[in-house]
T-cell receptor
Framework: DAGVIQSPRHEVTEMGQEVTLRCKPISGHNSLFWYRQTMMRGLELLIYFNNNVPIDDSGMPEDRFSAKMPNASFSTLKIQPSEPRDSAVYFC?????????????FGEGSRLTVL | QQQVKQSPQSLIVQKGGISIINCAYENTAFDYFPWYQQFPGKGPALLIAIRPDVSEKKEGRFTISFNKSAKQFSLHIMDSQPGDSATYFCAASKGSARQLTFGSGTQLTVLP
């Protein structure tokens, strides 16, 4: 089975530009998470969807960040406008009702560099 | 408080040695404690997990020890191998929620 698929794997952009990160969760999973990883702050939960509905977005740093899940097989994380401090690796993870609580399946991440 | 504190930040062990990573939590509502392993360029992957109704869980060379009264848990890697070199994260969640609160990570290097 395919795992969680993220794109792009690498993104380099200039400050002020819009960035869109994409995620395809594992088929059948009903929970989707966006995490951000930096050396300084480690792994931070940004937002969590359950059955395509945002449940907890308290980790979204500010209004420049937005996330959508229009259907069970696709989610986006958008940053507009981007800033150098947004440089990080962004992970998407999914989990399903058939898996143990707390077992998240992570994608390989999208490394974002904002110049 | 949702914080999970992890130590040490980095660890160097000789091949065949024991690696020990420690975590402490504050929220007594946490009831699921997984450890994730992350290799460079990859996402974290579940390694082993424990619930607070047991004090220890072993899977192969990996053991979690859990101390509920002290609100601490640790990962022990026996007979550490160079292939174990990775970053290890402890985490915690509560109830039916799947949101994980992660520790800050430990970069383990096992020397050949």
């Amino acid at each position: 089975d395919a795992g969680v698929i993220q794109s792009p794997r690498h993104e380099v952009t200039e400050m002020g530009q819009e960035v869109t990160l994409r995620c395809k969760p594992i088929s059948g999973h009903n929970s989707l998470f966006w995490y951000r990883q930096t050396m300084m702050r480690g792994l931070e939960l940004l937002i969590y969807f359950n059955n395509n509905v945002p449940i907890d977005d308290s980790g979204m740093p500010e209004d420049r960040f937005s996330a959508k899940m229009p259907n069970a097989s696709f989610s986006t994380l958008k940053i507009q406008p981007s800033e150098p401090r947004d440089s990080a690796v962004y992970f998407c993870a999914s989990s399903g009702q058939g898996t143990n609580t707390g077992e998240l399946f992570f994608g390989e991440g999208s490394r974002l560099t904002v110049l | 408080q949702q914080q999970v504190k992890q130590s040490p930040q980095s660890l160097i062990v000789q091949k065949g040695g024991i690696s020990i990573i420690n975590c402490a939590y504050e929220n007594t509502a946490f009831d699921y404690f997984p450890w994730y392993q992350q290799f460079p360029g990859k996402g974290p992957a579940l390694l082993i997990a424990i619930r607070p109704d047991v004090s220890e869980k072993k899977e192969g060379r990996f053991t979690i020890s859990f101390n509920k009264s002290a609100k601490q848990f640790s990962l022990h890697i026996m007979d550490s191998q160079p292939g174990d070199s990775a970053t290890y994260f402890c985490a915690a969640s509560k109830g039916s929620a799947r949101q994980l609160t992660f520790g800050s990570g430990t970069q383990l290097t096992v020397l050949p």
